[in-house]
């Protein structure tokens, strides 16, 4: 019913222009759909936090397929003024989404220890090709692609505007080449 709701809501604005929304009043998870490749469904492969490594009291994530990293450890994703958050399977926040850079990979940081502002670089925002909103970053949804990274348990991560890696070894962890275009669905969590 919230998911009805919503989509009306949605297609009322849509008719009158784009429309970016920098909070979202519901959680949700995070799905790709491939813009050049052919796609299986239009929702999407699932996205999840994947590993990034830890420091003492600090744990790094990227945004993965959850095929590429098979775990799902936040469940539910929320948008608050420009800033995702992510919640644990037990409801706790201690993660935030961090700033999103040309080149770079979608991150996250969960810590308890260091706690700071969160990154205000994330937006919703409408397309006339789906009946999902999208994730933009900077105001732009179509500057996202999955990215097989090298290396140990080397997953499929999302990363923000592939172009502005070098184009020549030694990369930034992943070959552009291989990086395939995605948008970003925004999946209403029951
Ligand atoms: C997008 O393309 C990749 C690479 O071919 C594939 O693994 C993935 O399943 C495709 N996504 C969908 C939603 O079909
Ligand atoms: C869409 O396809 C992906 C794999 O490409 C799968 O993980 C996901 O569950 C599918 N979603 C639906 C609603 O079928
Ligand atoms: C999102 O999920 C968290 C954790 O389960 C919950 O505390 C919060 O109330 C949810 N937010 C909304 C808007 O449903
Ligand atoms: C997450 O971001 C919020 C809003 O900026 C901030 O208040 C909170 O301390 C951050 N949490 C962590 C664990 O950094
Ligand atoms: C992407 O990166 C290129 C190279 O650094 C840069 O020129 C361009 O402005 C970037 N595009 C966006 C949308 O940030």
Redo the contacts with the bound molecule.
Sequence with gaps: MLYFVFLVSFAITSCLGQTFLRDLSWNFTLAAVNTTLPN??D????LVLGQNGATSGIIFHVTSTISSYPYNDYPALALVDGSLRAYGSYGDWITNATAVKSGGTMGWVTTTRYAQSASQDYSVITLATSSLPALAAHGLSDQWSLCPFSGFRGQTNVVFNVSANIPAPPYLGYDPASCYGVTINIIPVQ
Excluded: A, Q
Excluded at 43 to 46: D, N, S
């Design positions: 299986t469904n929702t999407g492969v699932p």
